[in-house]
């Protein structure tokens, strides 16, 4: 039996986007133990993957920090690695290869940079899209990947009956209004006009609920739907899971969330402006899709609203 180890640092939609791959890392490791390198986010949800073993905490603390590099190394160095899948292809992973396994090939350390096709720049290979390039990365890995492009978000969600139960949620659609303070190019202007539309055409008949991350609970009072959080604070990804999971109906600008409910089969769509697209980002699958725009301020919330009737019946 051998020690393998994955690392995936994040983000959130990140994290819903690796589940096939680190799926099917596990199945053709049948016999070895799967160990993940993670950051603090993520740490608790990842114990829960039924396709893991064993999950490292990572805090990603400054590279010139010697002491907690030396720390990190030393643990993961313990383990005696025998093969490595970087999914997270960042500066930094590529970092901590330079220091386990300085001269590894693909047959050891897995990643963009080892498994990149003969004559494909890295540049190039990036526009792929994100699950396109998992599904490479592993095939030249000698992966079998049978669930690398329907990541299964399933396992994630927790028991959430008593929050259900304090908000009085039967059926309800769930908004993500939210967004990065620094990619405010990704937000929708116009969920309050949605929201008013929802209430009016759809004869109440349906409740219009929110639920912002920690940093988001102050501008959660400028949207005008109930707010969904734990005694006061954010719900855990667990629980996020869960709520999306059991929701009639998501519209979402493209963020962590977006990718959770794409991944966990539930029907909704995502909203892009120019600085993406649903295909580049791997989030549109049979009951998920994007509305693709140059300018976001110029999706009107009517066009919103009429896709999301004719899908959620």
């Not at 893991?52 to 805090?59: A, G, H, Q, R």
């Not at 899209?129 to 927790?158: A, E, M, Y």
């Not at 908004?175 to 109440?204: A, G, Q, R």
């Amino acid at each position: 039996m051998s020690n393998i180890l994955i690392i995936k640092h994040g983000s959130l939609g990140d994290i819903a986007q690796a589940c096939g791959a680190i799926q099917d890392i596990s199945e053709s490791h049948k016999d070895d133990q799967i160990h993940l390198l993670t950051t603090k986010p993520y740490f608790d949800l990842f114990k829960k993957n039924p396709h893991i073993s064993n999950v490292i905490l990572d805090k990603r603390l400054s590279r010139l920090n010697l002491i907690y590099l030396y720390s990190l190394m030393k643990n993961i160095k313990k383990y005696n690695f025998s093969k490595v899948y970087d999914l997270q292809n960042s500066s930094r992973t590529a970092f901590y290869k330079r220091i386990l396994f300085p001269n590894a090939s693909k047959e050891i350390w897995s990643s963009t940079e080892t498994t990149l096709p003969e004559g494909t720049t890295k540049k190039d290979f990036d526009k792929e899209s994100v699950l396109s390039r998992f599904d490479q990365q592993l095939k030249i890995s000698g992966i079998n990947t049978n669930h690398t492009l329907s990541p299964d978000f399933s396992w994630s969600p927790s028991d959430i009956s008593q929050i259900k139960n304090y908000y009085q949620l039967e059926k309800y659609i769930i908004l993500f209004p939210f967004c990065s303070p620094h990619l405010t190019s990704k937000k929708w202007p116009y969920y309050n006009k949605l929201i008013d539309m929802i209430n009016e055409k759809l004869e109440n008949k349906f409740k219009v609920v929110i639920a912002p991350g920690p940093r988001e609970i102050k501008e959660a009072s400028t949207i005008n739907a109930l707010c969904v959080l734990d005694n006061g604070k954010a719900l855990d990804i667990s629980q996020l899971s869960a709520l999306i999971k059991d929701s009639l109906f998501v519209v979402a600008n493209d963020t962590g969330p977006a990718h959770m409910a794409a991944h966990l089969g539930s029907k909704g769509m995502a909203l892009f402006g120019s600085h993406t697209t649903a295909h580049k980002v791997s989030i549109e699958r049979e009951n998920f899709k994007g509305i693709q725009v140059s300018d976001l301020s110029n999706l009107s919330a009517e066009k919103v609203f009429q896709r999301l009737s004719s899908l959620i019946s």
